[in-house]
């Protein structure tokens, strides 16, 4: 399938209509000079324009997130004029026949919820979502097949405010606090995914997770074993639980060394280890390069996403042979290409690929926009993906990052991936006008060709 992502936030704006509640995007505070998500691309109101110019690139399917709180304002009570928006979407899509993918949970999140009890922190969070995914369930499931548990859960965690978390707590409290998280939300993942069967049959379901697959800086066996060990402690530990329901060794000795492992319940393995995904959803944009750190004992990583060294463990490494974007993220194709065929050999799931895409400043001129670098950037990662399907790897299809301008999720509206150009920027909401840019009639042929030429 060729698809396009986006995400409710990032995209709809309409915060304060129709009886929607507050979210944690609504409640910390935005980097100066920076948009807050009040507006964003205007989607709400422009729903049935968005969708006609799906249809014009022609995608096949198209990921989207519902926000939960315009479905249940304060986490729990239902809204019925939020669900009556996402009818109207699904109904649109399935008139041009474009198949929804449904994201349940992606970043934003009732802050009711985190008022009353800390969010993912309590054990009571797994019955809050469980209740969301069983109206959705409930609601869309005669029209929706494709579903995400659950949006970069390594992203979740790292980013305090996406959590929840002070903005002070780091180090190992931070970590603990993470790991309990970790622990609900994958315990929170298998539910739903066992939910999801029960209740829509014949759907498919899985996590998108943000694999960076890291590559040694040499052939020193030092620099792969550090890459390994990146792997395992930045992003495979979430997968493993969800589709092994455990912890690999060398993840639990991390934990238990610097006494931050949750309390684990035989029950609760047994639930994981019973209801793995149908699919792993993969976004990816970046790669990184690592090398073994000498330091000496190992500390505890705390929050950050990037975070440059794990001393004793890995340590980044520039890579000068690799291009960068405007916002300084590697530019590996073949990164897309290991991370389909790795995961694939650990889990024999097929792979959707969730998000992929290029962010960047774009300059209109005269109404055009010519983002060739874009198109660059995505026709060498849909490459890769193509040489992995010829070599019989099952990829269920590929959705850039995003269909349309959107609000990048920490850098506002200079910072753009769209095919669909946005007229806003952080400071002037200017007319919201939509314009297609340059990739977009690339992605269009691209489709009618079904990729042949990729
Ligand atoms: C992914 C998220 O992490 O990357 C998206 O799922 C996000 O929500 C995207 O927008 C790009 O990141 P950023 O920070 O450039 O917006």
Avoid at 9 to 28: A, K, L, M
Avoid at 228 to 244: Q, W
Wanted: hydrophobic share 35%.
């Amino acid at each position: 399938m060729f698809g396009a992502s986006t995400s409710s936030f990032q995209v709809e704006g309409g915060t304060g209509e129709d009886d929607r509640g507050i979210s944690n995007y609504d409640c910390f505070p935005k980097k100066p000079g920076i948009t807050d998500f009040s507006v964003a691309s205007d989607h709400y109101h422009r729903m049935e324009e968005d969708v006609a110019l799906m249809a014009e690139i022609g995608l096949d399917c198209y990921r989207f997130s519902v926000s939960w709180v315009r479905i249940m304002p304060d986490g729990k009570t239902v809204n019925e004029k939020g669900l009556r928006f996402y009818d109207r979407l699904i109904d649109a899509l399935t008139a041009a026949r474009i198949t929804p993918i449904l994201t349940i949970y992606h970043f934003e999140y009732p802050q009711a919820l985190l008022n009353r009890y800390g969010g993912w922190l309590s054990r009571e969070s797994i019955d809050d979502y469980l209740a969301l995914a069983r109206l959705l369930f409930i609601r869309y499931g005669n029209r929706v097949k494709h579903w995400v548990s659950i949006n970069e859960q390594d992203h979740l965690l790292k980013i305090p405010e996406r959590m929840g978390f002070p903005a002070e707590l780091n180090g190992v409290e931070y970590e603990r606090k993470a790991q309990l998280a970790n622990y609900h939300l994958c315990l929170a993942a298998a539910l739903v995914n066992r939910l999801c069967h029960e209740l829509v049959p014949g759907a498919f379901i899985g996590p998108a997770a943000n694999p960076l697959q890291a590559i040694p800086a040499s052939s020193k066996p030092e620099d792969y074993l550090a890459a390994m060990a990146y792997n395992e402690l930045e992003c495979n530990y979430i997968l493993e639980l969800n589709c092994r329901g455990r912890y690999v060794p060398l993840y639990w000795k991390y934990l238990c060394d610097r006494g931050i492992q949750p309390d684990t319940r035989e029950e609760d393995m047994k639930i994981l280890r019973d209801n793995p995904p149908n699919f792993i959803g993969i976004n990816y944009y970046t790669s990184i390069t690592v090398e073994a750190s000498e330091a000496g004992k190992i500390q505890c990583r705390g929050r950050g996403i990037m975070l440059q060294e794990l001393p004793g463990v890995y340590r980044t490494r520039e890579n000068k042979k690799l291009p960068v974007s405007e916002w300084g993220w590697p530019i590996r194709p073949e990164g897309i290409k290991i991370a389909i065929m790795e995961l694939y050999h650990r889990y024999q799931l097929p792979i959707l690929v969730t998000e992929n895409g290029l962010g960047n400043r774009d300059r209109p001129e005269n109404g055009a926009i010519h983002d060739d670098y874009r198109i660059d950037y995505l026709r060498a990662h849909l490459h890769e993906i193509k040489e992995c399907i010829d070599l019989g790897y099952p990829v269920l299809g590929w959705c850039p990052w995003s269909f349309i301008d959107l609000v990048s999720g920490r850098e506002g509206m200079g910072k753009r991936y769209g095919f669909v150009y946005v007229n806003r920027d952080n400071n002037d909401l200017k007319d919201l006008g939509r314009y297609k840019k340059d990739s977009f009639y690339w992605y269009q042929r691209v489709i009618a060709e079904r990729g042949r030429y990729i």
